[in-house]
């Protein structure tokens, strides 16, 4: 991703029992109940200008009517979209979040935790995504309804999809039955997570497959 662009969020798992929010710059077309299709263009510029906006003041100060002036869009542009800040803030971020696929498959397990750590980082490394997740989760511990949306929507969604890794190397025996699997995932994240996006602490060449040996030895201890 560009320094410019939004993140790029594969297609999504639905939000707030609405259509899904659209990847900016691959919006599908949306229609109000009634009412006519919504402008893909104005959505991709809503989305784009919403992470931005985000990325620069924070959730506690993010405006809609900030988010729709970077847009180049009226207010009512961003209600025909979402009904509240928290919803627009929630449906985008799990677009972004929440792929629409398991994780990759590589027939192994070291291979599924070397592509799963090297997707977490790819992200954590993204300009938009390192200052947007602290800070949502630190916004998260003031508002409840946020946190909730987010527990539900994107936290939720990605442990259930990254333990379908887990599954897979338990059926190829890799991973013994009995696996502790709050522990294993809370490890698969939790590491690189807290080095990249917390201690901002850069890694060298070799690290990623160095925390998936330790991850792999961690797992069958």
């Known amino acids: 991703m560009s320094s410019t662009s939004a993140p790029q969020p594969s297609t999504p798992a ?4 609405r259509a899904p929010a659209p990847a900016p710059g691959r919006a599908p077309a949306r229609r109000l109940p009634g009412g006519p299709v919504l402008q893909d263009s ?13 990325a620069a003041v924070g959730y506690a100060r993010l ?3 900030a988010v729709a002036k970077r847009a180049g869009a009226g207010k009512a542009a961003i209600y025909r979209r979402w009904a509240s800040k ?12 929440v792929a629409d696929t398991g994780p ?3 027939g192994t397990l070291r291979g ?52 379908q890794l887990l599954e897979r190397a338990v059926e190829r025996g890799e991973l013994p039955a ?16 807290w080095r ?26």
Do not use: C, W
């Not at 938009?128 to 949306?149: K, M, N, S, Y």
């Not at 009995?178 to 997570?193: F, N, T």
């Not at 890694?203 to 991850?215: E, F, I, N, Q, S």
């Open 14 to 17: 639905p939000a707030s029992g």
């Open 42 to 54: 104005v959505t991709e510029a809503i989305a784009e200008a919403f992470f931005e906006e985000l």
């Open 63 to 65: 405006s809609l009517e």
């Open 86 to 97: 928290l919803e627009m803030t929630v449906d985008l971020v799990s677009a972004f979040a």
């Open 104 to 106: 990759a498959d590589t």
């Open 112 to 163: 599924d935790v070397l592509a799963f750590v090297t997707e977490v980082a790819d992200a954590l490394n993204q300009r938009l995504p390192a200052r947007i997740i602290p800070d949502l989760l630190a916004e998260a511990g003031r508002t409840p309804e946020l946190a909730e949306a987010l527990l539900t929507n994107v936290r939720d969604a990605r442990r259930s999809r990254a333990a």
């Open 178 to 193: 009995d696996l502790d699997r709050e522990i294993a995932l809370d490890l698969l994240a939790g590491p690189l997570y």
């Open 196 to 221: 990249l996006a917390v201690v901002h602490t850069p890694t060298a060449p070799d690290y990623l497959d160095r925390l998936t040996d330790k991850l792999l030895a961690a797992f069958r201890a």
